[in-house]
């Protein structure tokens, strides 16, 4: 029997996760069906209807895989042949450190190579009902925006009660309305970084009177109302709206999105007390989000209280901010090794429903139950990454590293890894750590890649 000729892999869902699972298992061979309900069904978040849609953001975060966690994910995808990966790749703008994408080229690159891959069939369609017995292997990556028919399909296969997050909108600003009289690029500590060169942020300063005054039209802003659903959903600490962060303390989000520091400002002597940062949306740069504004206020509020920035006073929005549920599984209680359901080992999750945070990382668990999925199908035995890797870590933390009980979202970080082993009479320098932590990850990586063909 030819691979063509297998029973196909199930994908439900055409996100991050849904599509480079779908990727993975074209690519081992085997046949997927992807089924995605936009535009059949549309979501409160979701613009139009291509494959890995990114809503929040337009950033992968830190491509530096040396130094960093994310990074060191980036560079484990990009050896597992990442679609995900490849589009990023293709279709990256300026972001200093970081790896930003034009986020609509990069939907289209991930529909396209989708659509022409001759062993991946996509199909429009909301699934309803549980699926049937005779879809033997499938891979749920509804990721954060599940629908209620889904989320109430997966309650009644688990027995137990999903939890519950908000995850937050960061508006989005036409580049030609900001005033540049005031505003000036630059990236912090003129940091070059992929696609970059050390100005990738439009920035925007503030002077003490002015951040207060910003401080508390954030606190006494209108808000959007809750729906019943909504209430006593606690926000996850990686997301949180802007006015939430200013509402903890007046020096919050000087600590955070708004530090001014590593940046000088080319228009006055005065050192900024606060910054206001913005990055390239698309490849034209035609559009730039406000970093880390996620925000649930009114337009009307946000519209008023975002023109009062020095150099976005005629500011026009090309989105302004939202906020939609985000759901994931106790996944430490529910899933195995290979992110089976214990309770159903037929279905498998992937993404943000697993319980991890942030683009990459939801890609990443895509790509993993994928390979998982199509291995099983082939009839061989894969395990999952040492825990040494980045992939390996998070499999382990949300299958069962982490405490069930508390369980929240987990970006990749160096703190879900195991210790670096003690040399007698040696310890490494705080700033070779990291160094070490990524040499040791793709050198696991490398060997698993090649024990597992």
Known sequence: MSNSDLKPIHVIGGGMAGSEATWQIAQAGVPVVLHEMRPVRKTDAHQGEGLAELVCSNSFRSDDYENNAVGLLHEEMRRMDSLIMLAASLHMVPAGGALAVDRNDFSDEVTRRLESHPLVTIVREEITELPPEDWDSVIIATGPLTSESMSEIIAGITGEEYLAFFDAIAPIVYKDSINFDKAWFQSRYDKIGPEGDGADYINCPL????????????????????????????????????????????????????????????????????????????????????????????????????????????????????????????????????????PQPRLRFAGQITGVEGYVESASMGLMAGRFAAAERLGKELSAPPITTAHGALINHVTGGADAKTFQPMNVNFGIFPNLPKEPGKKPK????????????????QSWLESSN
């Open 430 to 445: 705080k700033k070779d750590r990291k160094p070490l932590y990524s040499k040791r990850a793709l050198e696991d990586l």
């Open 207 to 342: 002077n003490r009177e002015q951040y207060e005054t910003f401080i508390e039209a954030l606190i006494t802003s209108e808000k959007t109302d809750f729906k019943e659903w909504e209430e006593n959903t606690p926000y996850f600490e990686g997301c949180l709206p802007i006015e939430v962060m200013a509402s903890r303390g007046a020096e919050t989000l000087r600590f955070g999105p708004m530090k001014p520091v590593g940046l000088t400002n080319p228009h006055s002597d005065e050192e900024p007390y606060a910054v206001v940062q913005l990055r390239q949306d698309n490849k034209l740069g035609t559009i730039y989000n406000i970093v880390g504004f996620q925000t649930k206020m009114k337009y009307a509020a946000q519209v008023e209280i975002f023109r009062a920035i020095p150099g976005l006073e005629e500011a026009e929005f090309a989105r302004l901010g939202g906020l939609h549920r985000n759901t994931f599984l106790k996944s430490p209680q529910l899933l195995d090794s290979s992110l089976r359901m214990k």
